[in-house]
């Protein structure tokens, strides 16, 4: 099956500094990847959707400039979270379609915010 | 509005046959998908309608009907490796996915 990776799996921070996360398709090219985010306890919520060469798409309430997304070629994906609180802190899964139904998703990173 | 409902937990015994129901409400409808999350860990793909029907794959099927809004999962000759949240998901118009709550199961000895 298709593989997605993410990197890093977990990165503390202090909070008001900003952190990178990559979101890789290794064995098949995606010309759109997902970024979700989830809470403990509670289901994956879509925070925005990221077309290689093209801005982000970002779900209401989700903030573009404090989560700046990059999809600079067709299997990489980055969100970079800036000036980081605690209450950031997040479990943030990126998937990536390989075929026109099928997500795949990467193992996730688990951020926490000091 | 996105409406997916799904029971928060289920218990089962293992060897025996549970039924995880999903009924959905959305704007736009590209499809019915399951997925398995561990906990701590990404989900991974379990299954896909997108016609009225049954799908089976091994030990794993899902239902849907469109005209109810509904869909479930079964899973038969439970593990106890099979305890983890089952996600019903609907495709949206953009090829996201809206996610349920999901559903812990837990599979007893």
């Known amino acids: 099956g298709a593989v997605v990776s993410q990197h890093p799996s977990w990165v503390i921070c202090k909070s008001g500094t900003s952190v990178k996360i990559e979101c890789r398709s290794l064995d098949f090219q995606a010309t759109t990847m997902f970024w979700y985010r989830q809470f403990p306890k509670k289901s994956l919520m879509l925070m925005a959707t990221s077309n290689e060469g093209s801005k982000a798409t970002y779900e209401q309430g989700v903030e573009k400039d404090k989560f700046l997304i990059n999809h600079a070629s067709l299997t990489l994906s980055t969100l970079t979270v800036t000036s980081a609180h605690p209450e950031d802190s997040s479990f943030y899964i990126c998937?990536?379609?390989?075929?026109?139904?099928?997500?795949?998703f990467g193992p996730g990173t688990r951020l926490t915010v000091t | 509005g996105q409406n997916i409902d799904q029971p928060t937990e289920m218990t089962a015994t293992e060897g025996a046959i549970v039924q995880i129901n999903c009924t959905y409400q959305t704007s736009g409808f590209n499809g019915l998908f399951w997925y398995q999350q561990h906990a701590g860990e990404a989900p991974t793909f379990l299954s896909y309608?997108?016609?009225?029907g049954l799908e089976e794959k091994g030990r794993f099927s899902s239902f849907l009907s469109r005209s109810k809004g509904y869909s479930y999962l079964l899973l038969k000759e439970l593990q106890m490796k099979d305890s983890a949240s089952y996600l019903c998901?609907?495709?949206?118009?953009?090829?996201?996915?809206?996610f349920g709550k999901g559903t812990k199961l837990s599979v007893k000895p």
């Open positions: 998937s990536a379609k390989s075929k026109w139904y099928e997500q795949y």
């Open positions: 998901a609907v495709g949206g118009s953009q090829g996201n996915l809206i």
């Open positions: 309608n997108v016609l009225d």
